[in-house]
């Protein structure tokens, strides 16, 4: 069965530095990929859509990869600041059926 | 993009009654979904609501436990019948204006229902 793995664990890291996210996907060949952030008690914010055929994207402090022969997307945030402390969730998607399915989120603390 | 609005944002109900969730949107879409999310977990697909017609579920959900109505472009209900603790979860609408799948989805806030 179809399978998206973002860490479990919380990643912790300090103002200013990269945070860099992971999602594994298996059993599946997404046409595209997006990426949304959720704060607590609130829905899920999309971010960046990124497609099979594009290998990066970018949009302003952040930046996902799409690698389809690893069957992984990493998502960049440069310069973090303790606002960006949310989880992230990767979502896939493609074919007929045009739905999208979520990966666990990966809860981002930024740090002063 | 369309702003979502949910309601209520919370309940606490009694096993075996129902609730209706309403689902607005300030502008006509194409695509209305319904999720839940479980404490911890992914969002989960409900169903796909359909304008004029009968809501696609996912497997794993069924009309007669979560009926949907979407009389329109910009409105749609989520009922949760007959409500166990199992049922207590996040519901979640969302929308997408296009009919492909390559395009962002929006979400509202959620209800967050808990059940005694």
């Known amino acids: 069965s179809q399978k998206i793995e973002q860490n479990s664990e919380a990643l912790n890291i300090q103002e200013g530095k990269t945070a860099t996210l992971t999602c594994n996907y298996t059993n599946y060949s997404p046409a595209y990929l997006q990426w949304y952030r959720q704060d607590p008690g609130r829905g899920p914010v999309f971010l960046l859509l990124i497609r099979e055929n594009e290998k990066e994207k970018r949009k302003e402090r952040l930046k996902v990869t799409f690698d389809t022969t690893l069957k992984q997307s990493l998502f960049h945030i440069t310069a973090s600041q303790p606002a960006d402390s949310a989880t992230y969730l990767c979502a896939l998607g493609g074919g007929t059926a045009s739905k999208l399915t979520f990966g666990t989120g990966t809860r981002l603390q930024v740090t002063l | 993009s369309a702003v979502i609005s949910q309601k209520p944002s919370r309940d606490i109900c009694q096993r075996g009654t129902s609730l209706t969730i309403q689902c607005q949107v300030d502008s006509q879409v194409t695509m209305m979904f319904w999720y839940r999310q479980q404490p911890g977990q992914s969002l989960t697909l409900i169903a796909t609501?359909?304008?004029?017609?009968?809501?696609?579920?996912e497997s794993g959900f069924v009309i007669d436990k979560f009926p949907i109505s979407r009389p329109n472009l910009t409105f749609s209900t989520l009922t949760v019948s007959n409500m166990s603790p199992e049922d207590s979860s996040i519901y979640l609408c969302?929308?997408?204006?296009?009919?492909?799948?390559?395009?962002?989805?929006?979400f509202g806030d959620g209800t967050r229902l808990s059940i005694l």
């Open positions: 969302s929308v997408r204006e296009g009919g492909t799948g390559n395009q962002p989805q929006h």
């Open positions: 609501a359909n304008q004029g017609s009968e809501a696609t579920y």
